[in-house]
């Protein structure tokens, strides 16, 4: 699943786009992997040169979430990102973590998912009533990253608070599709948000990338908007 800025069949979207010169370079920052090995998440940077060997002209941050294979082998099942000024440096270190298995708690696959699910609708819920910020301060991690179009990405569970806080970041989420590890203790969602500001509407789609312990309930790893264009008058 491409965003380009809405969901979309990745491989036809690929088939259909036609060769060019340009060179889109990236590198992994921070790469999650569930105890069980089926799904990752990796994020970092990435840079848009109109021809290979020339300096770039545009930069940004990706997300790919990665599923293996029955053959063993990575596969991208969604790839999305958003654009910004320059990083201040052009290389980054690389922070790898994978989640320790934990026992299992007798639910099945689609239980899991069920849960999963439920607390992206909570989320949706509070965020509706409470604001982004609110929703937020109870349910992302420490190391919660937020992106969103045109600005740096945002690091922290109180700084992303802050910047959703002066945002004011109000509205309507809905959840299209949720995707669950065998482990489930990673998972990853999206689906649409709309924002009001007055007499002015906002839509996007958003990415969500959830964590989960033994002992604890899901967090929000990342959180993404991608803005929809508006309607031509």
Known sequence: M???PGPVNGPKAITATSVSPALLAWMPERVVLSSSNDLALSVGPWAWHEIANKPAVAWGTY??????MS???WKVALDAGVSHARPAVDSVDVFASKFAPVPSSG???LARRQTLWQTDVAFAKFAGDSGVAGALQRYAASDHRRLREGAVPIVGRDPAHVAAEQA???GT???LAQFISASGDLGYTYGTFVRTRGADVDSSYYVHVWQRGSDKPWELLLDMLLPQPKPKK
């Open 2 to 4: 491409l965003f380009r």
């Open 63 to 68: 997300v790919s979430m990665w599923k293996r």
């Open 71 to 73: 053959d063993g082998s």
């Open 107 to 109: 639910r099945g696959p």
């Open 168 to 170: 004011d970041e109000r």
């Open 173 to 175: 989420f809905m959840s």
